[in-house]
Nanobody, 124 residues
Framework: QVQLVESGGGLVQAGGSLRLSCAAS????????MGWFRQAPGKEREFVAV????????FYAGSVKGRFTISRDNAKNTVYLQMNSLKPEDTAVYYC?????????????????WGQGTQVTVSS
């Protein structure tokens, strides 16, 4: 069992930066692939970024590539999402998620555990 708690959301002006954190409980953190998703009002939950359990390979949605960076610190059981050059369209609730198996990782259904989400609002 893995429990996830996000933090770091808030209100920021367009062009600004935020760093989200996701603290995980459980000794199996390092064996889980970790992802970030977001959901804006009235829209489906969409993939943002993922970092593979070992090796640290990362993948990003096209809309955030070059602006967002996902990283993990296995010693701290924490995954991060550094968000730079934020745009109003990045406004959403951001969720971190953990997957036991690294397959079809852009789909929410691939993930076994979810955090409660943290709100990010980007003003124009």
């Amino acid at each position: 069992q893995v429990q996830l708690v996000e933090s770091g959301g808030g209100l920021v002006q367009a062009g600004g930066s935020l760093r989200l954190s996701c603290a995980a409980s459980g000794r199996t953190f390092s064996s889980n692939t970790m992802g970030w998703f977001r959901q804006a009002p009235g829209k489906e939950r969409e993939f943002v970024a993922v970092i593979i359990e070992t090796g640290g390979d990362t993948f990003y949605a096209g809309s955030v590539k070059g602006r967002f960076t996902i990283s993990r610190d296995n010693a701290k059981n924490t995954v991060y999402l550094q968000m730079n050059s934020l745009k109003p369209e990045d406004t959403a609730v951001y969720y971190c998620a953990a997957a036991k198996n690294p397959f079809q990782l852009s789909r929410p259904s691939a993930y076994d555990y979810w955090g409660q989400g943290t709100q990010v609002t980007v003003s124009s």
